[in-house]
């Protein structure tokens, strides 16, 4: 019977059918997963141990000043006073403004360049264009927003300062930078996430839906605007939630162009400030445990707001691209 | 049957025209930010881009007439990311083979994904509290190595994840027939997987490399900054991004000058980088 | 219901009746299955096999599909158990030893019982890297005995004559019938004792199957070869002895006969086989 069996080319090593296995192969397997596994655990820490370690150099802070921390006024580090009301305040309403004006155009670029209102050659230069957007770094936006869009928009906010100081959000004097122009940096570096996110909830809706409408006489437009828009619709308000999550934890462009004024108004031309712009700015010096804690304790706040408007968005975004 | 040749209703023509001009108008009102920006960092920074800026370090603040440049920047910069691949590439890699070839979908290995997606939406500044207070705080000072590891919490989400999504696109029957030779776990995954999955890792290694580049509100208050060379990973360090910040608020025109000049080089090594992700993974769309 | 197989069927191990070839020794069993069973998790997807496969000898595995004859084929080097919750019942034996017990080396197992893939599979690397992969997985032989090796391999895979001149080259730019026979050429070299094909022909052209085929023909005078096949003029061409597999109407794949092919495919004794073979359904 071995004879039978005897492979037919003999320079490669005899083996015995099924030998058991040899602790070598085993371990060598074993390793490799169990070095993989080790490094998934090691990357899963992190977060926690991020949030803990904030946590706890926030406590001299927390401790002293509990929730009220949130809506206080005051921040003078001499006196050890330290309230987050006005970089809460700026880094939302800055937020706002720029969700209000990212929002039309990110849709704008998302329908053209998935839907056949241009030649298709057009869309995927364009797509990459506003895409490139996203690469430019923080800073060089910044860098431009205070050199370049300040100057240029100063007569545009003296405009809205002269004619329509009637209306409370216009009604100061302006200088150059503003919550302003802190909103139109910010929606400048949003729109391609915008646009991106969107562009593909277009892209996973059904073309029956489109044919539907076609079918019943409706023009490009008609379908897009009064059929597949209202479809895409919860998807964009997922775009805009991330989007609106990045907007809350940028730094640069806004720290350049905001004035970084510890004042809260509720006029649009004054300058003011945000929770990352004030870290930015304060962090390098601080030395106080209490001052160093008032600051961990607002990036703990930035921290947890921002992972649950990132957590939000995702669950829409996730559930309108799987159901379409 | 005349009407199947009849015109579109004006009301009709006018909404779809007013629509297109508004669709048109606003996208272009997104690229103008993008062309101008592009166009004032090379008016402004070009010419300042001399071989100075690439040897010398910055000129005290007002002096003229003496050589100025970045090179300090350039390195730190370059040090820095260094250190960040050095730590994020290996263990970005190693969990997403952990997530795609053993654990798949497992209950670990989603809490895994969920964690490293939480990660990614973590914003920069609060990477560098965190780097400030693992590093900065113990050892009493600002260092390339604290500016290093926070780089590196930045790219990790972005190289495991995208890792993954390449891992996974390799077939299946790649991995049985490796297996079916006798092949064990660790040799069919580096040999065949990794092997196959290489340029999409590339890409994504690369991209990641270009975000770290660019991030200066990790580097404010972990590296700090320099006018001087390096002295060793525990000492501050300059960098591209940070010195585009500094001098860009500083009253003195030499230094505006190079935080524009600075701003061509970071630009362009940001854009080069991407390009070539990109240009990495369309060349081996070629080969089948 | 299809009477199942039943311990143990009496063509099955009938040496005499069912040697396809006057004048031969009588065939030797390289493989045991005994009352296999095949479960995904809770749901039992083949019931109650027994089969011997002969060394040296072509068996084909043919039946209407969706019957489980790629989840059997599966279970005979384990590798069903790496891409999918599959796991057995019963007894899998490999020149007597069974390849379920605790502590089998599944690596070993599998040099011993290769496979050929339904849609070929090489690597992303050169002719001569897919046909080394194997051997260089425990050996590290001079480069010479490693020349000669792949060679060899690539002429039992009578692939040799048109790439000898092209080695390095990539082994995705390939016909798909080279392609194939490049898996061949590969599982090959780490001279396995079986060599399990599924469906390898499905994916290829007529010409290209017609060279399988032939290949076939001289392939088992050194290695076992079990084929799946939905083909059925295919396995009366290259077998000598096929199993027929059908489901019950559970929807449960059980073995309804084997033997000599000759026999299955002109005097089967069930008639839900002489039904397949006519051409009834499937």
Known sequence: MTEALEPTQSNLPQRSPVPTESWVSQFGDGGFRGISFLAALLTASIPFWMCLLIFKDAQPAIAKFGLAFVWTQEWNIDQSLFGALPYIYGTLVSSAIALFLALPIGVAVAIVTSEKVLPEGLQTPIAFLVELIAAIPSVIVGLWGRFILIPALEPFQQFLYSHFKWIPIFNTQPFGPSMLMAGVVLAIMIVPTIAAISREVFLAISQDLRNGAFALGATQWESIMFITLPAAASGIFGAASLALGRALGETMAVTMVIGNVNEISTSLLNPGNSIPALLANQFGEASDPLHVGALMYLALLLFLVTLAVNAIAAVLVRALTRNA | MSDLYAPLPPSKKLFNAAMSVTAFALSALALIPLLAMLWAILSKGVPHLTADVFTQLPAPAGMKDVPSGFANAIIGTGVMVAIAAGLSLPLGILTAIYLSEFGKNSTFASGVRMLVTILSAAPSIVVGVFAYGVFVLPLKGFSALAGGFALSVIMLPIVTLATEESLKLVPNAQRLASAALGAGYGRTTLRIVLARAFPGILTSSLLAIARAAGETAPLIFTALFSQNWLEGLLGPSASLSVLIYNYASSPFVDQNNLAWAAAVMLVGIVVFTNLLARWVTRNRQTTR | MLPSSNPPPSNSLAPSSAAPNEGEQPPIPVMHVQDLSCFYGRHKAVEGVYMDIYEKHVTAIIGPSGCGK???????????????????????????????????????????????????????????????????????????????????????????????????????????????????????AVNPKVLLMDEPCSALDPIATMKIEALLHELKNKVTIVIVTHNMQQASRVSEYTAFFSTDEHRIGQLVEFGATSQIFLEAEQPSTRDYVAGRFG
């Open chain 3, 70 to 188: 790629s989840t059997f084929l599966k279970t005979l080097n384990r590798i069903g158990e790496m891409e999918s919750d599959l796991r057995i019942q019963g007894r899998v034996e490999l020149l007597g030893k069974n390849i379920y017990a605790k502590g089998t080396n599944l690596n070993q197992l599998r040099r011993q019982v290769g496979m050929i893939f339904q849609q070929p599979n090489p690597f992303a690397m050169s002719i001569y890297d897919n046909v080394a992969y194997g051997i260089r997985t425990v050996s590290r032989p001079s480069r010479s005995v490693l020349d000669d090796a792949v060679e060899s391999a690539l002429r039992s895979a009578a692939l040799w004559d048109e790439v000898k001149d092209n080695l390095n080259q990539s082994g995705l730019d390939l016909s798909g019938g080279q392609q194939q026979r490049l898996c061949i050429a590969r599982a090959l």
